[in-house]
């Protein structure tokens, strides 16, 4: 049975009711693939997107900002530190960037937490979950995740990203039932497997309906005939890794290699979201050095995967966002480091959209986050709201057609109003 | 620091940790171990005092220096001076009267509780033990107040002439002292918090310090008023002590206490939480309970790797509960059992992070092994330093200690390659691990010394405290110039108090408070509501570097910058001082935190949690869980809790944990029972670890997937789902397509073998196919036989003519007419591979084997079979 049967013989009203994630029409999904990137740490906006030059009479806020300037391209400002030069002459009409998102936290947990799910509250799931339990269908892995616990909500079950010396070991697992790659004999032959197939999904299919099973042991039998169904996708994703051009990046570096796998995963077929870390930025000490090697590391892992993206056709249906558990604050201490601080900014990237090359919300010199008015867009400090990450990601599921999918309405934001940050004539 | 500012700081902290650091749990020991039958902690029964009746003025006098003790805290303006216990320096008269009121409240085995530490008094054991003449002195003068008036006592100079003693009576079996709203919920847990000055002065919450009449007037109709002017106040009342609803002093009433049922009946709720798929008796609810056999044989592929005999496992059915406890108990021991503890303690501790970080070795240049390369320093003693934590924690309980070992072990585990670095004297085989000091690391300024062959200046005192003091620990939890040990105190304090500081408040700092600059940690309400708990306990890790070790500097281990900039100290002047609750530390600061941890009767709790994952293969249900279940679930943590705290044998708690409805549930007794009814939401079948599949199927079959190098545990261990410990720190709970194709691979390469193998040996000596031969094809014995595979292969008990074998046994005939059609070679191997063989004809000329290779895939690959 194709996992398209499967879903068209268990879609009953009671399977609705406890399994949000098989929903989808059986057609094959055209729509959008996300990618979440989480500076892990709390990166540094100033010296990024939403750069701080030094006030006289006051502390530094960045060195870098005592010989250089602040840099433009298209309507977005960036700092001249790290290679934020070469990405965003290469990528801002892709980007809408969010400035003086107000997290109110300096926790890790408490921070990370928000950002990937908008909300500080625990058991809710990241939008990549919400994505892929929203849509998926036939995908073998429809979540992939690179962070280190990933907020499923109980939704979907997500898919470690495989390192990169694991390619001759997925070929194995791509013909579980083949020798070697290289040759054609087989442990059983192919009307044995049919049969032992076959066999599987007729014992196990009536178990995700009967009601007398309990219902985490439901929600197991549930996850084992997902995971049973077999087409050529998977194939053809480690087809896709091993001939990927990869601009000469290592993929033995973990974050490129993840960008390849993701990316290689979308256009197979095999996942439709992903949740990837890229650490280091927690830089209380040495940040101008630790925070440079760690934006590096982010845009060249961004920049890459675009550059997949195009290579495999499908950087029209690609949308990234790059943000981070919070800011740091706007001095140095005595170790040369900075330290947590609450405002931060975030990153969205579709390839040429029209709401491209923007910046919505805005912090002062000192990076303390201005109010805007969600309506126009425009500083107002008087009457104006806080931008926070709620209203960021329920933008996020407006924009991914997921918010009306039970998966948003289970696990709802509770946002009243948000700023209409697509509207690309506007602008703060 | 201001010195002054740094006391009433402390003081604060105290106050507030008094009602807002209990945590679940808190409170129990005091009503249940204290009060109900007069007997104190020990069993001691207080009417068992062999000392003579006599006058309370005397028995005060033999008390009064010891007492001082007591004043020094508490005292009006005191760290104590909000507690329900006040006495005055230097006045017999009131202290007498004070302590006449409160024991005559029912406060005396409180007192002498707490005198000796128990539970957790923030003071500490003052009085040390019961065996203490102090604290013989303290019960006999507690006892002459319930049977004699007090007379004033003479001043200490002048000793009294003693008074007749009064005949001795036999004293009256204490009635269960009356807790009371006012002084043992609000003032005891709440108004550190919920008062005038308390960080939560703002809310709509605010009580009066203070037990008078007056006090407890008004502080119930704070909380009257509460619940009628709030929306659902009644239940945000119950909620938010148990840590529900983002409280920001966490847990601080267990469900279930004697406090928290003095505020249900307040409030007019219920006492207990309704919870009707909760049954009373264990195993008698709505949903049928799986065998003793079947309990016993999942416990036995969890605690010793290997699944017990046919024989062995049937047994057990008509097994009582506590034959089968027993039965389960017996499984403890053996290398299985080490392997289940280290395995289950590192799912939680990360400790083998260190195998795939190579950078948390560099401590490695601290310490000196003979001739060895930098590589090899890295690889090898790294598997040491991985493995030591969890030795430590396996040789406590393969040794039935008291588990407040692995925090109070004065001693290290070392193995093959650390006994020598550790400069133990010891020469160990490859395996083989023992008790030792360490004495290794160089206590020269950081160096490399590995060209020192003599490595003669080395620390000889190294402060064990069990796993705290392990580099494993130490820098898995890493440090920094401004991070400071806290987030080594976060983890402690989550991993053996259950208590996550992070989640313990709401967080929500303005921007204002982010700015603060007048060392918020110690002077921001916003920051110290956490700092004052948390930076104490990451004092207590002060002589321990971020990369080289205990000392440093030889006397510390501060910030090279700090440390130039301020001569002579030990540690960060502008933060508090290494303690716990309240007490500055003494003596080497790590040993005295473990011993204060083990105290905490959150210690307890935090072990059920702990070892809830390797039991369960999930973590404990959050309060975003249907209330039903989050509520059962936590009076059954509270319960093990209570019964593990009477002797802290692991051996015992991890058995109970098997033998609760959680394990052992299997299905609902009938279908319309609705999901959200019931307080058991799961049975204990979970999707088995790549060492616990590797395991069973070895076990079952005598093959090992790989041979000597496990492909479970080597090329596909990540692949199925396991952490690196680093990276992704929690395995895979569900299974994935990813990881079904590493199942499927494992089925189809070794099978083939398995049945070789199995058929090859007598009838009595096989595994699986005991009811059949390579040439049997009646359908009867074909029948028994894959009943004998569900059991084996499934846990299952099924009839011969039940749906499933119904099912298993047309694919048998299938698989058979497949193979006959395929062609005329007659051998299992006929068209395809047999693999991994270790003995066995491949003869298969009545097309028998073929078809039982084929079922043994199929059943193989079944849930019944990767979950269990």
Redesign the interface.
């Known amino acids: 049975m194709k996992r398209r049967d499967f879903l068209k013989a268990t879609a009953a009203a009671s399977l609705f009711a ?1 399994s949000p994630s098989l929903l989808k029409a059986a057609t094959s999904y055209s729509g959008k693939f996300l990618v979440t990137v989480h500076a892990a740490g709390g990166w540094d906006p100033t010296s990024f997107c939403d750069p701080k030059m030094n006030v006289p009479g006051e502390r530094i806020i960045n060195n870098w900002a005592s010989t250089l300037s602040t840099q433009t391209v298209g309507n977005i400002n960036y700092a001249p530190f790290a290679d934020n030069d070469a990405f965003f002459r290469a990528h801002y009409q892709k980007m809408l960037v969010i400035n003086g998102i ?1 997290v ?7 921070g990370t937490m928000n950002n990937l799910t908008g909300i ?4 809710y799931p990241s939008l990549a979950a919400i994505v892929a339990a929203s849509n998926k269908t036939e995908e ?2 429809p979540w992939l995740t ?1 962070t ?2 990933p907020k499923s909500g109980k939704l979907i ?4 990203i ?2 990169s010396g ?1 390619l001759n ?2 070929r ?3 013909k ?2 083949l ?1 070697s790659t290289t040759r054609t ?5 192919d ?2 497997l049919t ?2 197939r076959q ?2 999904q ?3 299919t009536p178990k995700i309906v ?8 439901r929600a ?2 549930r ?2 005939l ?4 077999s087409d050529g996708s ?1 194939e053809q994703y480690l087809n896709l890794i091993e001939s990927a051009d990869t601009k000469g990046l290592s993929t033995s570096n ?1 974050y490129y290699n993840q960008a390849t796998s993701i990316i290689a995963a979308f256009k197979a077929g095999v996942s439709l979201s992903a949740d990837i870390a890229i650490g280091g930025f927690d830089t ?2 040495n940040h101008d050095v630790r925070h440079a090697n760690a934006l590096t590391n982010v845009t060249t892992t961004v920049d890459l995967l675009w550059y997949l993206a195009e290579q495999f056709g499908i950087q029209d249906r690609l949308v990234v966002h790059m943000a981070s558990e919070f800011g740091r ?2 001095r140095y ?3 040369n ?1 900075k ?5 931060t900014s975030g990153i969205i990237m579709s390839n040429n959209p029209g709401w491209g090359n923007r910046v919505v919300g805005a912090s002062d010199a000192a990076h ?2 201005h109010k805007i008015n969600f309506n126009t867009l425009q500083v107002d400090n008087t009457s104006g709201t806080t931008i926070e990450p709620k209203h960021v990601m329920t933008a996020l599921r407006q924009h991914m057609n997921v918010d009306s999918q039970p998966a948003s309405v289970k696990f709802d934001l509770s946002t009243s109003a948000i700023p209409d940050f697509f509207n690309p004539s506007m602008m703060t | 620091m201001n010195s002054i500012i740094r006391i009433l700081t402390i003081n604060a902290f105290v106050v507030m940790l008094s009602a807002c650091g209990g945590g679940e749990g808190a409170g129990d020991i005091d009503s249940a171990n204290a009060n109900t039958t007069g007997t104190t902690d020990s069993g001691t029964d207080s009417s068992e005092s062999t000392s003579t009746q006599e006058s309370s003025s005397e028995a005060y006098n033999n008390v009064r220096a010891d007492l001082n003790a007591c004043i020094s805290c508490h005292k009006a303006g005191g760290i104590a001076g909000s507690t329900g216990l006040i006495l005055t320096p230097d006045d017999d008269s009131a202290n007498i009267a004070e302590l006449t009121r409160y024991s005559a409240g029912g406060g005396r085995d409180i007192l002498l509780s707490k005198s000796v530490g128990i539970p957790s008094h923030a003071g500490g054991a003052v009085f040390g033990d019961r065996s203490s003449t102090a604290y013989k002195n303290f019960e006999t003068f507690l006892l002459s107040l319930e049977n004699s008036t007090p007379s004033t006592p003479s001043t200490p100079s002048t000793p009294s002439t003693p008074s007749t003693p009064s005949t001795p009576s036999t004293p009256s079996t204490p009635s269960t002292p009356t807790l009371t709203l006012n002084r043992d919920v609000l003032q005891a847990r709440c108004v550190s918090c919920h008062s005038a000055t308390g960080p939560a002065r703002s809310t709509a919450l605010v009580f009066r310090v203070g037990n008078t009449s007056a006090d407890v007037s008004y502080n119930e109709a704070q909380l009257t008023a509460y619940m009628s002017g709030i929306t659902n106040g009644a239940q945000r009342l119950l909620d938010k002590p148990r840590g529900l609803m ?1 409280h920001g002093g966490g847990a601080v009433l267990a469900l279930g206490s004697a406090e928290y049922t003095l505020l249900a009946e307040f409030v007019g709720a219920p006492t207990t939480p309704s919870t009707p798929g909760t049954p009373a008796t264990p195993g008698t609810g709505p ?1 049928t309970i799986e065998s003793a056999s079947e309990t016993y044989r999942r416990a036995s592929l969890y605690l010793t790797g290997a699944i017990p005999s046919r024989s062995k496992t049937l047994s057990m059915q008509g097994i009582s509960d506590a034959g089968l406890k027993t039965e389960i108990l017996s499984l403890m021991t053996g290398n299985g059992f080490k392997e289940f503890l280290k395995n289950g303690a590192n799912a939680r501790l990360n400790s083998r992070h260190i195998l795939a970080d190579s950078n948390k070795i560099s401590l490695y240049n601290k310490y000196y092994l003979p001739n060895a390369s930098s590589s090899e320093r890295r690889n090898v003693v790294g598997r040491d330093l991985a493995e030591e934590p969890l030795e430590i924690i396996a040789n406590v309980v393969m040794n039935n200690r008291s588990y407040s070992e692995i925090l109070t072990a004065n001693y290290t585990m070392v193995g093959q390659y650390s006994d020598e670095s550790f400069n133990t004297g010891l020469t160990l085989a490859p395996g083989e691990w023992q008790q030792a000091q360490n004495a290794g690391q160089d206590a020269k300024t950081p160096s490399t010394f590995g060209a020192d062959a003599t490595g003669a200046s080395r620390i000889s005192a190294y402060p064990h405290a069990g796993v705290l003091s392990t580099w494993s620990f130490l820098s898995k939890y890493g440090t ?4 400071r040990n806290r987030a080594r105190a976060r983890w402690t304090m989550y991993h053996f108090l259950g208590f996550d500081i ?2 313990s408040v ?6 204002s408070d ?2 603060d600059e007048d060392n918020p940690t110690m002077n921001n309400p916003a920051c110290t509501v956490c700092h004052t708990t948390l930076d104490p306990v990451a004092g207590a890790f002060k002589f321990f570097h971020e990369r080289i070790g205990y000392k440093a500097w030889g006397t510390d281990s501060l ?1 090279r ?2 440390r130039r900039r301020n001569p002579g100290v030990d540690w960060y002047q502008d933060m508090l001082p290494a303690g716990y609750a309240g007490l500055p530390a003494s003596g080497d600061p790590l040993q005295w935190l473990a011993q204060r941890i083990v105290q905490d009767n959150r210690f307890a709790t935090a072990a059920v949690k702990f070892w809830w994952f390797a039991i369960f293969g999930e973590d404990v249900l ?4 249907p209330r039903i279940q989050f509520d059962a679930q936590q009076t059954l943590i509270n319960s093990l809790a209570d019964d593990f705290r009477t002797d802290l044998n692991l051996k015992r708690l991890l058995a109970n944990m098997m033998m609760t409805d959680y394990f052992r ?9 609705a ?1 959200d009814t ?1 307080a ?4 204990g ?1 979970r ?1 088995l670890t790549g060492t616990e599949l590797k395991n069973k199927t070895a076990s079952l079959t005598n093959i090992t997937w790989g041979n000597t190098r496990p492909r479970l545990e080597g ?2 261990r ?2 199925f ?1 396991a952490a690196d410990d680093v ?4 395995r ?1 709970t ?9 199942a ?2 494992h089925a ?2 070794i ?2 073998a398995a049945v070789v193998y199995d058929f090859s040996l007598s009838s009595v000596d096989r595994n699986l196919f005991t009811q059949v031969e390579r040439n049997t094809l009646d359908e009867n014995a074909i029948r028994n036989q894959i009943v004998v595979l569900f059991e084996r292969l499934h846990n299952r008990l099924v009839n011969t003519d039940s749906a ?1 074998v119904n ?2 046994y047309q ?1 048998f005939l ?2 058979r007419v ?2 006959i ?2 062609g005329s070679a007659t051998r299992v191997d006929a ?3 047999c ?1 991994n063989r270790i003995g066995g004809s491949l003869d298969d000329s009545s097309f028998v084997l ?1 078809p039982w ?2 079922l043994l ?2 059943m193989m ?3 019944d079979y ?2 269990e």
């Not at chain 2, 569900?734 to 590493?742: A, G, H, I």
């Open positions: 406890s107000d109110k936290s300096n926790s890790h947990s408490t500080k509250k625990d058991g073998l892995m690179g280190s616990r079950a997500p898919s470690t495989a390192g694991a070991s997925l194995r697992l791509a579980p039932n020798y004999d087989t442990y059983v032959q009307d044995e049969l032992i066999y599987r007729n014992k196990v009967d009601q007398t099973e309990l219902a985490k042991q197991q039998f996850n084992y997902a995971s049973t169904f998977f973990r209380h000490g604050t706007n201490n005595d170790g480091g330290d947590h601080w609450s405002i303390f986050a | 983002g949903y920094t110039a401004t991070n992070e989640k709401a967080r929500e700092l303005s921007i982010t700015t910030d910058n700090y959050t309060d975003d869980a549930a299997a299905t609902k007794t009938t279908a319309t029972q999901d019931l058991i939401y799961m049975g079948r999707l090329e596909f990540m692949l789902g990276t992704v720190e929690r895979a569900e299974l994935t397509s990813m990881m079904f194709r590493v499927e691979r189809n390469e099978s083939c499933e099912q298993a694919l299938d698989l497949a193979r059609n395929a068209y395809t591979r693999d073929g290779r084929g895939i199929a690959t079944d849930p990767l979950y």
